[in-house]
């Protein structure tokens, strides 16, 4: 935890619980690695919005010199309102723009991800227009079934097999597709990398005015011990070499993007609850720490198995097994579940709690407050704060 315990008491004392903090710190140093990158034709880093999309997180980065991915029009629209530029924006989105001729005015950049998405497009638009084309390149991968974005089994962008009929397309409308992008997954395996490379360099092959590769974002972080995280240097090195091959084979030079979300934030997020109430199930059950959050705020246990480190802040130093739960009315309201399986709970070692202790949830910067029940039981929201941080 980069949050000690006297500054944890502090800020609930100052804003209550539950409570996101953010770290600016490790927030700047994320996103200062990835633009130090050496890609041999140049690159851009796309911030991944909906990983959370807190207006002073925008901002940082935005100043960093990211970019940014949207994946909905509202979100390029609330991209807008904060002042991003719209020529920073990429726009990738399952559901068809509600507002695409005012996006496009602003320099929001398209990524058709459908053959519908691409006649929208042309109708919007004139002769001429650049955009870009997600494909499906019939794989995916990621840290559970639920976060695959490719293969059979995805309605992620456009089937690679008909890309010879978008490109058709396209050239009939006048239109210049001059970025691909492929994202197979989140928490892909770094091992898979350099295979994934290969296929999109191959997909590009038959899409002559593409000038820049989009490998999407989907780079594991390590939230437990066991865990293997995303090395981004070594995994630049892999696109760096692919990058030079192909050039060297087709004399093109094509710059490369990439759409990180929880590689930036995870860990600069922490969740400040309490100990609510503490019950158990007898001698043969198990002892339940209830906390003033729950999946109203962080539902990535209940809906993936997920792992995050949870700390009791106090000094005991006594340890006792309890299973965490939240405060909604639903069994699955759970932070301790086996990992990969949110149907089972595996009892965590925690110091011996008391009614009022605070808890501290940590790896919580992604997917936690932006993806979660809001409102549901009609629980306020953790409210959420950036931080200069440790």
């Known amino acids: 935890m980069w949050l000690s315990d006297e500054q944890a008491n502090g800020l609930v004392a100052k804003h209550g619980s539950p409570l996101f903090v953010y770290s600016k710190k490790l927030l700047q140093e994320r996103a200062e690695e990835l633009v130090g990158l050496r ?60 507002n695409l001729p005012e996006l496009l005015a602003a320099g929001v950049r398209y990524v058709a991800t459908s053959t519908r998405q691409l006649e929208l497009f042309s109708e919007a638009t004139k002769p001429g227009s650049r955009l870009a084309l997600r494909v499906n390149p019939a794989f995916g991968d990621g840290h559970s079934n639920r ?21 058709e ?31 999109a360099l191959n997909i590009a092959r038959q899409m002559p005015d593409v000038v820049t590769l989009d490998m999407g ?40 993007e990439i759409e990180p979300g929880t590689w930036l934030v995870t860990h600069a997020g922490i969740l400040l609850a309490e100990v609510d109430d503490i019950v158990d199930t007898g001698k043969d059950g198990h002892s339940f720490l209830r906390l003033n959050t729950g999946m109203n705020d962080i539902i990535r246990p209940a809906m993936y198995g997920s792992q995050h480190k949870i700390e009791v802040l106090n000094e005991s130093a006594e340890q006792v ?60 929201s953790a409210k959420e704060i950036l931080i200069p941080g440790a």
């Open 39 to 98: 890609m041999p034709f140049g690159h851009t880093v796309r911030y991944a919005v909906k990983a959370n999309p807190h207006p002073d997180i925008i901002k940082l980065f935005d100043e960093t010199g990211l970019h940014f991915d949207a994946s909905s029009s509202y979100e390029a629209e609330k991209l807008l309102g904060i002042g991003v530029a719209g020529s920073k924006i990429s726009l990738a989105s399952q559901q068809s723009a509600h």
């Open 217 to 256: 974002g989907g780079y594991k972080v390590a939230r437990t011990s066991g865990e293997v995280e995303t090395d981004m240097e070594q995994i630049g090195g892999v696109f760096a070499d692919r990058l030079r091959q192909f050039a060297v084979e087709t004399g093109r030079n094509l710059k490369l």
């Open 321 to 380: 097994e309890y299973v965490v739960v939240g405060h909604n009315c639903e069994t699955s309201d759970m932070l301790t579940p086996v990992p990969g399986d949110p149907e089972k709970i595996a009892p965590r070692r925690l110091r011996k709690a008391a009614i009022g202790d605070l808890v501290a949830i940590a790896d919580t910067g992604a997917y936690c407050a932006a993806m979660s029940t809001k409102g549901y039981n009609a629980f306020p």
């Open 147 to 167: 976060v695959t974005t490719g293969g059979a089994n995805s309605s992620f962008g456009l089937w690679h097999e008909y890309v010879a009929d978008a490109l």
């Open 169 to 199: 397309f396209a050239k009939r409308k006048g239109l210049i597709v001059d970025r691909l992008l492929v994202h197979i997954g989140c928490g892909v395996d770094p091992s898979l990398w350099d295979a994934t490379t290969k296929s």
